[in-house]
């Protein structure tokens, strides 16, 4: 099993519609998780750190189950500006950094 | 406030030569990373340093070596280059494993 898995996509939704994303992860030692984003030719971003009680920004919301060892990010309301590729990450606990390979989303007009 | 600066953007090498990559972390951060992505794929870590201390390492040979200088900046270096050595290379730093990471911009690296 990859130690971080994630549906690569290419995921195609209509503007304003929610889409979510899961992510998976074999090593239950893991200790802090996180989304990023990363457009076209561009470095990946932080989008935000991921919690077992969840976490909301604005349209985003994250959670984490360490139960079943995976994460998820909601995105409500889905704008244009959202497509790009969203990676989850994972930090271990013997500081090696893992990333998915990342899901493609293209929100279409 | 700065953000992570890497240097340069492009670089193209000859297989079998050894290459040097800088990155100079956002101001206040003292764990930097490094990553190798190749087209398609997520970034692959190379290892982290701590205070001048590698604190963690991915499946990457020996040939990928480090260092971290005590402003926080770092090397990659990367001896006997291979075709697949062809990536972009990311460098990126933040304040503690659990805050995240800023990343750079990238460097560019075609071994030829």
Known sequence: RKEVEQDPGPFN????????????????????FFWYRQDCRKEPKLLMSVY?????DGRFTAQLNRASQYIS???RD?????????LCVVNLRDDKIIFGKGT???ILP | ETGVTQSPTHLIKTRGQQVTLRCSSQSGHNTVSWYQQA??????????YYREEENGRGNFPPRFSGLQFPNYSSELNVNALELDDSALYLCASSSGP???????????LTVV
């Open chain 1, 78 to 86: 889905s704008k244009l500006s959202d497509s790009a590729t969203y």
């Open chain 1, 73 to 75: 990010l909601l995105i």
């Open chain 1, 104 to 106: 493609r989303l293209h």
């Open chain 2, 39 to 48: 087209l398609g794929q997520g970034p692959q870590f190379i290892f982290q």
């Open chain 1, 52 to 56: 077992s009680s969840g976490n909301e």
């Open chain 1, 13 to 32: 939704v209509p503007e304003g519609a929610t889409v979510a994303f899961n992510c998976t992860y074999s090593n239950s030692a893991s200790q802090s």
């Open chain 2, 98 to 108: 659990n805050y995240g990471y800023t990343f750079g911009s990238g460097t560019r």
